[in-house]
């Protein structure tokens, strides 16, 4: 368990434009910073982050908190494996307590497996630099392929002992189980018992973008391959590991790729590896596998431009179709590069410094449109097969989201392709019309199989039980939230002749309470409840308290429901006058009021319709509704409202 201390320790030193940006894009946005959401197939930038306020908030799908909530939601990981995450980036000690055996056990099978993977990682890299077998096979092949040692310290590349049991061995000795070795993949297990997956093999690790050891990739060495068709292992899909969501070396990337607003895209380890030594850090690899929607949003989060850098053989050219109309359809500017023959990146690489790959990349990468026109239509001279391979270019140009980029090259192909651009536009849109009907049919689909699947009723969400809940409700809470510490009633006197002031969460808190009214969602009791507790506390914000709450879902839900863009701008913080607050608030509580009195209205006059005949059950409901309309028309003339049935 992390104390209240420590917490606090870690939420001082946080700066929450550093951890989302260890993930998103973000750009400088007036006093604020923002980027595409990595939380929805967000297309133009929505995700705000405020450094004053320490939170995020996206303003399309609503998502957002302070950087606990968002490291739990982007990372899928837990409360206090947040603190640990951020105690790590700003090198905080925590001091805990061992766990019990029923707490061990009760740990998560996905946090087990990142356990195991994590050990396996340093023994993987602990046998390449101080195991006399590890050091002779392993090392010499990476030397022989020119990496330093501070590259096999940046990727922790490692090696596998060839004997088949070496790391179940030592794994058991560890006190690891063999059932998350079999999951994590680093195992096999058959009849004959659990052996090793990577035995003999140099081994690569994927981290993923936060630095967590997914999966591993083995590499038969040069003496070896002969006659092997495997020259590569890799771990298999898992909990925690889905090769269409991963790219090798994002980890490593990330940063780079911001700086330079471009990703290299390559096709295997020992290409990111050789950039990386070469002085290029930009570069990942989908490690020879066309390219997923997932890794695609992965990478727009940093930038939105990439080049394809393959070799130029048929292999590379093949590498380099791969995917591109949906790099295309995500609005990312897609360039090609292709090597010299002979060469990939990791050879290039050996024989250039930085600038000059860098320059050779600037002179002879290709706008992906001009290289599909130039591929399909090279030496093609049959009329049919010309059609085929324009249409095929018109469909890559169709995907394009932005309709500007999308006319310029139609403009651009009408002139290389010599056809007449109304054709081009009028193939364009048919495509355009096919997708859209396509998307549309998708939905009616979906739509369909949702009103058929209606055994079970989807759990209540933070959005869900948001719209459960009134507008006033809501306003109210909001106010509480952002100015719940501030007072609006100065020297009221009290029954014993004394006199009182009143913030705002207590007046609410008085003025509710008098009749014993609440809030229909107990969230909302508890910021009421928590604000009128901590009012007496020297130096208390409520804003300040509820962003940064303990309790993630309150430190959300203050965030989903105290901030709107004004608010979280710095150029639109005017203190409010108080007489204009105190008026807002009473005329929400009588709005609240309002809202319980027509409530409760509608309920009669159910009940009206439900009695039948039952004379006394219908004078005591007409004489409750009377007393009601009644009430509610004061309620309505003390508000200030002329609508009075």
Known sequence: MIDRATVDKIMDAVNIVDVVGEFVNL???????????????DKTPSFMVSPARQICKCFSCGEGGNAINFLMKHEQITYPEALRWL????????????LSDDEKREQSERESMFVVNEWACDYFHNILKNDVDGMAIGKQYFRSRGVRDDIIEKFKLGFALTKRDALVNEARRKGYKDEFLVKTGLCVENEHGVYDRFAGRAIFPWLNVSGKVVAF????????????QQKYVNSPDSEIYHKERELYGIYQAKKAIVKEDCVYMVEGYTDVIAMHQCGLENVVANSGTALSNYQIRMLHRFTQNIVLLYDGDAA??????????????????????????????????RKHTAQEFKEYIEQHQTDFIEFKTDLMLRDVKDPIKRAEAINNIVRSVSVIPDPIVRATYITECSRRLDVNETTLISQTNKYIAGEQEEQRRIADREQTRQQDNTSAPEPI??????????AVERMLVENIIRHGNEIIFED????????????VAQYIDFDLGSDNLSFSDERY???????????????????????????????QLAAQLGIDRHHLSESFQVKENTTLLRQRVQHLILDFRLDIVNQHLKTLQQQLREAGSDMERIK????????????????????GSDVIV
Do not use: W
């Open 27 to 41: 750009r400088k946005s007036g006093v604020n910073y923002k980027g595409l959401c990595p939380f929805h197939d």
């Open 87 to 98: 105690a790590k980036k700003y090198n905080i000690e925590i001091q805990e307590r061992e």
């Open 217 to 228: 990739g083995g590499r038969k060495l040069d003496a070896a391959t002969k006659g092997v």
């Open 316 to 349: 590379g050219i093949h590498a380099a179709m791969r995917g591109t109309d949906m790099l295309l359809q995500e609005g990312m500017n897609v360039k090609v590069l292709l090597l010299p023959d002979g060469d990939d990146p990791d050879s290039f690489s």
């Open 461 to 470: 969400g933070l959005h869900t039980a948001l719209e459960q809940t009134t």
């Open 492 to 503: 009221l006197e009290t029954e014993d002749g004394g006199t009182v002031n009143l913030n």
């Open 525 to 555: 009791n508890r910021i009421l409840q928590e604000a009128v507790e901590h009012s007496a506390d020297n130096n208390f914000v409520a804003e300040q308290y509820f962003m940064q709450h303990p309790d993630p879902e309150m430190s």
């Open 620 to 639: 005591e409901l007409m004489d409750d509704y009377r007393q009601t309309q009644e009430l509610r028309n004061a309620l309505a003339k003390q508000r």
